[in-house]
Each structure stands twice: as structure tokens, then as C-alpha cells.
């Protein structure tokens, strides 16, 4: 069964800095996806980003990118010039090819200081 | 229209009640997802309905019990819950479960007290 580590339960950054979350995954399938969800306090998950494994360029999105090593199995965030808004809870999830299942990690609490 | 809409927001109810949770989705998606949710805890998978079948079912008791009326409605009724079935229940909805990235698109949940 393919699980997904992040070995991170709280980080902190201060505005307008970087920070990087953490996340690995354990699976034998070599075509799956990963993704990275946000979850603010009392506000609806929204996708931050994801990544297909047969890509072997990182995806970006803005202040959003991903360092995606394959053969580690290692998915990290990073968030650039941190912003209040950014302050939530992430999972780090998983999906293989034509499952329907997502598996979410359990989750880093970010809070950003002014 | 990219949003999922979840009501009530909040439901209080009985261990002897009924009631109903209830997803709406307009962006043609076909496949939709019931998960449940602890606080400070991951979502975690309950349901998935795939052009309108049920597909998935977590070993989900079955004082839950799932509908999708059609393609846009999925709901989850309750019957006899325990006090520790009081969560975050979420719904999301993706294109097609199962095929491309697939990613899901969360309601803003449901938050169900068990009394």
C-alpha cells in the first residue's frame, strides 16, 4: 500500500521569507501523481500544486514550486516570499495512475509571523 | 463556476436522528467524493462515485449511506450515528476519477456534532 510521510507537524517562517515543507511516499507503481493541498483554518482545501512522476521537470506556480525527486521519492514544497495568507495546514497527497484513491499525508501546520 | 457546494455548514443532530449532507458541483465533473475529517488530521476517504456508480466504499458503516441522484448531486445520508462519528465531512469532485492528474476540488465541508 503506497503511504505519504511528512515528517513536519508545524513549521514557521517569517514574512516575506522561504520555506520548505517535506514529504515522502512510499510506492512501487511508477506512474502516479503527487500534489500539494492548503487547507486555512475554516476555509475549504484548495490544490497548490502538482506534479506527474513521468515529468522530470519541477513544477511551479507562482511562489509555489516543488522539488520532485523521484528515485528518493522525496515531493517537497517551496514557498517563496512568504505571505500571511499562506498560513494553513498542507498535505502533501498522492495518486497513482487511474487509481481514484488519494492518499494525504498527515498534514504541516505553516504559520507565517509578521 | 469552480465551486463545490456543501450544506448545511453545520448539523447538530441525535444519535436517534436522520439527516442528510448534500454536495452540489457544476463543472461537469464525473466523478465525486464523500471524505471524512478530524480535526488537525488528513481527509480520509469514504466514498467515490464515478458517472454517478458507487465505485468506492471504505468499509464505511452503514449508518452512512451514499446517493448521487445524477452527475451534479451526490449526497450522504445519516442514520444512527455514534458521537464519534462528529467530523469535517468534506465532497469533492474531479473530472473523471481515475484518469489524468485528477485532482480534487473540496466543498467547504460540513461540520456534523453528534450528540
Known amino acids: 500500500a503506497q503511504t505519504v510521510t511528512q515528517s513536519q507537524p508545524e513549521m514557521s517562517v517569517q514574512e516575506a521569507e522561504t520555506v520548505t515543507l517535506s514529504c515522502t511516499y512510499d510506492?512501487?507503481?511508477?506512474?502516479?501523481?503527487l500534489f500539494w493541498y492548503k487547507q486555512p483554518p475554516s476555509r475549504q482545501m484548495i490544490l497548490v500544486i502538482r506534479?506527474?512522476?513521468?515529468?522530470?521537470q519541477n513544477a511551479t506556480e507562482n511562489r509555489f514550486s516543488v522539488n520532485f525527486q523521484k528515485a528518493a521519492k522525496s515531493f517537497s514544497l517551496k514557498i517563496s516570499d512568504s505571505q500571511l495568507g499562506d498560513a494553513a495546514m498542507y498535505f502533501c497527497?498522492?495518486?497513482?495512475?487511474?487509481?481514484?484513491?488519494?492518499?494525504f499525508g498527515p498534514g504541516t501546520r505553516l504559520s507565517v509571523l509578521p | 463556476d469552480t465551486e463545490v457546494t456543501q450544506t448545511p455548514k453545520h448539523l447538530v443532530m441525535g444519535m436517534t436522528n436522520k439527516k442528510s449532507l448534500k454536495c452540489e458541483q457544476h463543472?461537469?465533473?464525473?466523478?465525486m467524493y464523500w471524505y471524512k475529517q478530524k480535526a488537525k488530521k488528513p481527509p480520509e476517504l469514504m466514498f467515490v462515485?464515478?458517472?454517478?456508480?458507487?465505485?468506492i466504499n471504505e468499509s464505511v458503516p452503514s449508518r452512512f449511506s451514499p446517493e448521487c441522484p445524477n452527475s451534479s448531486l451526490l449526497n450522504l445520508h445519516l442514520h444512527a450515528l455514534q458521537p464519534e462519528d462528529s467530523a469535517l465531512y468534506l465532497c469533492?469532485?474531479?473530472?473523471?476519477?481515475?484518469?489524468?492528474?485528477?485532482?480534487?476540488?473540496f466543498g467547504e465541508g460540513s461540520r456534523l456534532t453528534v450528540l
Open positions: 463543472m461537469g465533473h464525473r466523478a
Open positions: 462515485y464515478s458517472y454517478e456508480k458507487l465505485s
Open positions: 469533492a469532485s474531479s473530472h473523471e476519477a481515475g484518469l489524468g492528474s485528477g485532482e480534487l476540488f
Open positions: 510506492t512501487s507503481e511508477s506512474d502516479y501523481y
Open positions: 506534479q506527474e512522476a513521468y515529468k522530470q
Open positions: 497527497a498522492y495518486r497513482r495512475s487511474y487509481g481514484q484513491n488519494f492518499v
